[in-house]
């Protein structure tokens, strides 16, 4: 804990830390203990930043779990099962994606087939910096780097399904935003056939309801495929490039190429990736009509309209032109993100029909998405909105404490109690 803290601080760091403590399984973090008993991709690359500042040989170990479920392609799976857990503890569990038939998966761990956003380069970066032992860090580098460079490479191979350099994304889920608005009309135009789905059988209470069927039926038809890449290139109805799950990829890239030069390997593949990343990311994403960033649905053609929290992930494009950054200022603060929201930022425009205030991301404000935009606004020099987005966050966490989600208008808690990454990433920005 850093000495720095006033009282308050201190308390709150030590709230925190306790959250993260009883959520480590001995070899991971699990999201929420009740509602999340596994280990999710992203949600680890949030906590490892957190125990980055905590506990530095835990961050560590997270990682190293999770990239022990990462397939021989190089694909790193959203979710890694937890063995000890009750089979039917969360749905979709292993029985969905029988991953134990798929030669590329790995023997020993159960795993889902999808990836979601690549934040982890980012994310070793991040505890390298904060370690205490640099030669440790470095040795700890070293470890995690193959790894590191398959997830790069199955992107850049398998996922670049629109050929300019953009990674797109298969499912909902590898948004890590599931419900978002930006989803409703790709799903919407997907074709089901009837009744392949009983949603009754749920045992937990779904926070996004009514897609649930949509989202089964595309894990099934990819994984009946064996999870065929071809098939995701030509067949797969749902393939969209997110501006969100693009900029951490771009972040991680850059991430990449300074790793490199920490371990003594050669950045400049990776200087050029991210150059492509950039290029099509700011040709294909930005709609200059609406000065923001919006998908681009690769199945359509076309982009997709409504505003939500993504259009502002490429604030973590170092080389975001001035124009685009002007844009997405103007956006956050007017009425429809920040400007109307007591506790921004809202995961949706405010005044797009598909708003809701109390939805998972069709409205409500998390800690993950306010600590990248906060992340992407300080190192675009944006103090006064950085300053807006921290100070917003930690008052969520000290009204309502470290909730899944919130209300963005009153900072009503939503979803489960000590959910890790609430906690994790108020421990950075409390560093
Ligand atoms: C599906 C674990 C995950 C997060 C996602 C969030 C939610 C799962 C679900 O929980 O997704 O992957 O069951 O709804 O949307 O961002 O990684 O916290």
């Known amino acids: 804990m850093s000495p720095r803290l006033t009282g308050d601080e201190s308390a709150l760091w030590q709230a925190a830390a306790r959250v993260l403590d009883a959520n480590w399984t001995g070899a991971a973090t699990v999201p929420s203990p ?43 799976p959203h979710i890694v099962f937890n063995g000890g857990v009750e089979r039917h503890a969360y749905f979709p569990g292993p029985e969905l994606w029988r991953s134990g038939e798929q030669s590329r998966a790995p023997g020993d761990a159960e795993t889902s087939g999808i990836t979601q956003p690549p934040l982890h380069a980012f994310a070793a970066l991040r505890l390298y910096r904060a370690a205490a032992d640099h030669d440790r860090g470095r040795n700890f580098l070293r470890a995690i780097w193959p790894g590191l460079l398959a997830q790069h490479a199955y992107l ?86 997110d501006p ?67 259009s502002f992930g490429p604030l973590l494009d170092p080389d975001l032109p001035a124009a685009a950054v002007r844009g997405l200022v103007d956006l956050l603060l007017s009425a429809r993100f920040a400007g109307a929201a007591g506790y921004p930022v809202p995961t949706c425009d405010i005044q797009a029909p598909s708003f809701d205030r109390a939805a998972y991301w069709r409205g409500p404000t998390w800690i993950n998405t306010n600590w990248l935009l906060w992340t992407g606004a300080s190192a675009q020099g944006l103090q006064v909105i950085a300053d807006l987005l921290y100070g917003s966050t930690l008052r969520l966490i000290r009204q309502s404490g470290f909730r899944e989600y919130f209300d963005p208008f009153d900072g009503t808690g939503r979803g489960s109690h000590d959910f890790s990454w609430s906690a994790a990433l108020v421990l950075d920005l409390l560093a």
Not at 39 to 52: I, R
Not at 191 to 216: C, E, I, K, M, N
Not at 269 to 284: F, K, S, T, V, Y
Request: glycine share 8%; with cysteine; net charge negative.
């Open 244 to 310: 969100l799950f693009n900029a951490t990829y771009l972040a991680s890239t850059h991430a990449l190429a300074e790793l490199a030069g920490i371990i003594g390997a050669d950045p400049e593949p990776h200087r050029e990736a991210a150059r492509r990343i950039h290029e099509a990311l700011n040709d294909r994403l930005w709609d200059p009509d609406h000065a923001c960033f919006r998908p681009l649905d690769l199945r359509t053609g076309k982009q997709i309209p409504v505003a939500t929290i993504s």
């Open 34 to 76: 009740g509602l999340y008993p596994h280990q999710w991709s992203w949600d680890s690359a949030f906590v490892c930043m957190g125990l980055a500042r905590h506990r530095h040989e835990r961050a560590e170990q997270e990682l190293v779990s999770l990239f022990r479920g990462q397939w021989e392609s190089g694909m790193l």
């Open 156 to 241: 850049a191979r398998h996922r670049d399904l629109g050929g300019a350099g953009l990674a797109a994304i298969c499912h909902p889920w590898e948004s890590g935003l599931d419900n978002s608005p930006a989803w409703d009309r790709p799903l919407a135009a997907l074709q089901l056939p009837p009744a392949s789905y009983a949603p009754a059988r749920l045992p937990r209470a779904l926070p996004t309801g009514v897609d649930y069927d949509r989202y089964v039926w595309l894990v099934t038809t990819f994984r009946d495929t064996g999870y065929a890449d071809g098939h995701l290139r030509d067949d797969h109805p749902f393939v969209v490039e």
